[in-house]
Structure formats: C-alpha cells, structure tokens
C-alpha cells in the first residue's frame, strides 16, 4: 500500500514556484529521507500533506485520502513533528500533551515511556523550557498516539547527541512496528543511517528518489592512488566510467561512476604505494546532484 | 470543538478576569458618582442643554437625572464600546492570524479537526469571553445602585447585558472575518478598531447632520440602545435581530474564508 502519494503536485507563492510538478509515492511501512537545501520546497511539500496548504494543482494522497478535501482523516492518521516549533508558552508540557492526545486514542503507558526515554519534565511551561526541550516535547506529541504515518521536519535539530541517540532509537523501534516514517532533515548522516529510501528536492522537483545504496552506486566515488614511481595512467583515463581529477608526480585522485571494476584490473600492473576509495557517503551524493544541477543551469 | 473551545477559553482567562474586573470596577465607579451628579442635575442639564440635540444624543447627555440616563452617557456610549474593542479585538487576532504568522498553526491544526470546527471553537472561546465581560460589568451597576439606593431591576440589568452582548458580538464577527483571512495580528486589530472608530465617526455625522440620517444604516451604533433596556426594561427586535444577524452573517463568512484559504 502506498502511504504518501503525491501527484504531478505545483504550488507557488506570488511569483516564486516553491514545488514544481512534484511527483513522489512513499510506501508503507518504509522509512522515507527527504532532503534538501532551504527553500527547496520540503516544507512546502509537508504543508501540503497536512492540509496547510492547497495545491494548485496535482494531488496529495495519505494513506488512500486527499490531503486537502479530506484533511480531517488524513491528520487523525498521522504524528507531526513541524521543522519551526512554537508552543504556546503558558501551558505546561503536560497540558499540551494532554491536549494532543484527547484527539486521539492513545496508550497512556506509550507515553509515559516516551517521557521518560527523552527525560522531560512535563510540569514546567513551555515558555519556560530551551529550544531542546520544547522540541522533546513536540516529539513525545507525534509520537505518542503510535500513527500509522510520521511526518518528521528536522527532527533532531536543538537536541543534544545523547537525545540525538534516543531519538534514532525510537525511530528503529518505530520501523520495527511497521510504521511509515517520513523524515525531512539536514542531516545527512542520521537520514543514511535510518532511511530506507531517499528523495531529493531541488527547486521544486525531485531530482532523485533512490535507496541510499542504489544512490551510492550511481554516484561518483573518489579513488585516490599514491604509486612508488612516475605511473602510466593512460590505461585508466581510457575507461569511460573514470575521470581525472587532480595528478601530481606519484599521486592522482580520479572520480570512479559504477562499479570499480575496469578500475581494479588497470591498476593490476601498477607499483602502488598507498590506495583510498572509500564508499560514497550521502553528503557528497547530495553534492553530486547540487554540482551536477549547478553546472547543466 | 467542544475541546478546542474549552482549551481556548481556558487560554483566555486572564483577559478574562482582568476585564471582567475592569468592568465591574468601572460600573461601580459610575454608579458612586451618580449620587453627586443627582445633586447637581439641574446644573448639569442646563450645560447639557447648551448643546444641540444631535451631540446630548451623541454622548447619552439627554438624561442625566436618572440613573439609567447617567449610565448610558458615562459609560454605554463611548467607554464601553472602547472597552469591548480592547477586550475583543486582540483575543480574535491572537486566535488564526498570530499563530499563522508564528507558524504555531502547524501544530495547532495538527489535531484532528477540521478547520470549520477549530475556528468555530475559538470563535466561541471569545465570545463566552465576552458573555463573561458583559455580565460582571452589568452585575456590578445592580450591585451599584443597591449601593446607593436607586436600585435597578435585576431583569433590567440583565437585558441590558444582552444588549451589550449583542454589540459585542458584531465586533467578534468583524474580527472573526479579518483574523480568518489575515496572516499576522496588527492588520486584524486595525480592522477590528479601524470597523468601531468608523462606526462611531458615521454616528458622530448622523447625529450632527441630519441631512446625513440615510447613513445610519451603516452604524452598528444605530442599533446599540442599551438605555431604553435599562430604564424600561424594552427591547427594540429589529436593533437586536439586526446585532444578532451582522454576527452570524460575519461569523459565517469568516469560516466559509478559512476552510477556503489555500495557504496558512
């Protein structure tokens, strides 16, 4: 079953066309990593599953309802987490917890656990609490009433690395449930370490929609050789797959697209002194796809 | 909406209770001058007289030498509609059009009502405000004129606040349909006492200039007579039904605006 479904969606504010013929379909129970730059229409595109937003045109679908005629349904079926938190600074966190959940049915042991997990003291007032805490208690808030879908803008951002680890274990714990989770973020390294699939957003569009491993295949990996004397690198630059980056006397950095194959057998007869090619982390496949984007505008 | 109403009225219970003090302190503080002006009534009047008819009808100086006339001079005709304002208009901008600015909307429709209920809800939240406002304030002109032995029958006192109430709710109507569609709270304030301060202008106008009487049409002053309520106990229906159908009329269009609006 498909859990977001987002079709041939444009939205624009004034002249600025912030989602442009967005096309995404995130399935169920998968843990989906959207990035992006500021302003490359991520929060457009969350708005618009939540109802905030109209599209205008194109069509938003949570688990099988529109996002804008049916928004009453759709928002019973999902936990948010907005990117901008602002509480309301006089309430406690218990009033606001308490709020948030007489919507919805929820398991008063869940939350409870969930207090304890992120160490909250939910009898202060949220005016009263750091950014930190406020985001721990708008996180307890989409967690709390187990939503079959989770949509996470910028998550972790003002937590503390200790926090920062709780929280990607409850997001393990969440994919062990079957849970659909659909994570916004900057951070590239906790998308990669959880995401099962990862989308790309760019001005509008979706430059890439992959799993991390398929994107790390296709992008570009960086071989750097030392030789023990003067090499011969014609048989390398030969092979299409492999680009020259920088030479110096006994050392050259080449770009390696695909399989390293070719690469590996016209090294074979090289005096190799030191050798690095390690995998392709999503920062620089993020980079990739800015750089490649950069370069055809 | 039961829920968001009661969360959001919850929200406005300092306001609440401050202007409900206000209210009833100023109320008593008319009802214990009211003595002193009985005694220089003559005086008064013979000032009052001074003036033309359109400006004694303007500021309610037409009778000041009953309780119910010295009331609605001292305190209906200007001060309570500038407390009601204050009261009302801020609560109403606070309630869509600060939060959309703030982005706090996120999380308040997050829940799982739809926008007709939520800012149905709220909506309410500031009118049992108001209701609130209204009845402490005329409470305390019957506790007043206990006080100070011109007493005021208690059914008197309490169609008076629904007169007061009723004017109120036009304000809650007009606010309801700027903080719908409006993104941040100064505009809906300035729309809020910009619709009062241009009421009571074309009032001014319609009084002064009877040559302008076809413009009383365009008053909510026209039909805000909450002497005649207090004095007689009489209530005029076209005035109230008139109140009563700007706010459902204006109540309406604004939730008809925000379930429209494409973006928040």
Known sequence: ?297 | MIRVFKRTFRDLRRRTIGFGIFGFLYGLMVCSLYPAAQKNAETIQELMDGYGEGFKKLFGGDDFSTLPGYINGEFFSLVFPILITVCIVPAMAGIVAGEVRTRAIDISLSIPVNRKQFLLGRILAVVAMMGVVCLSTTLSLELGSILFDERLPLSHILLTAFVLFSFGLVLIGISAIATSTLSSRGPVNAVGAGFLVVSYLLWVVVNLKPEASGLKCLTIFTAFSPRDALKSGELVPIELLTLLGCFVLSATASIICFTRRKTL
């Open chain 1, 1 to 297: 079953m498909v859990a977001i479904d987002i079709s041939q969606v444009s939205r624009t504010f004034g002249t600025i066309r912030a989602v442009d013929q967005l096309d995404l379909r995130v399935s169920d129970g998968q843990i989906f990593g959207f990035l992006g730059p500021n302003g490359a229409g991520k929060t457009t595109t969350i708005r618009m599953l939540l109802g905030l937003l109209q599209p205008d045109s194109g069509s938003c679908r949570v688990l099988g309802r529109d996002c804008w005629s049916d928004s009453h349904a759709v928002k019973a079926q999902i936990g948010f987490l907005p990117g901008d938190i602002h509480l309301p600074p006089r309430w406690t966190g218990d009033d606001f917890l308490k709020y948030h959940g007489s919507f919805r049915k929820q398991d008063p042991q869940r939350l409870k656990a969930l207090i304890q997990r992120f160490d909250l003291d939910t009898s202060r007032r949220l005016g009263d609490l750091s950014k930190g805490n406020q985001q721990k208690v708008a996180i307890i808030a989409a967690f709390m009433h187990e939503a079959p879908l989770l949509i996470l803008d910028e998550p972790t951002s003002g937590l503390d690395p200790l926090m920062r680890q709780n929280f990607m274990e409850l997001i393990e714990h969440e994919r062990q449930a079957g849970r659909t989770l659909f994570l916004s973020s900057h951070n590239l390294q906790e998308v990669e370490r959880v995401a099962d699939q990862v989308g790309i957003i760019r001005d509008g569009n979706l430059v890439a929609v992959e799993t991390v491993t398929e994107l790390r295949r296709l992008c570009e990996r960086t071989l750097s050789i030392a030789f023990s004397e003067e090499p011969d690198l014609e048989p390398l630059t030969r092979l299409e797959n492999v680009f020259l980056r920088d030479q110096t006397e006994h050392r050259a950095i080449f770009g390696v697209k695909g399989p390293p194959t070719g690469v590996m057998a016209a090294l074979a007869g090289m005096s190799i002194q030191d050798f690095s090619f390690p995998p392709a982390d999503l920062e620089s496949i993020f980079m990739h796809y800015y750089d490649t984007r950069a370069e055809t505008s």
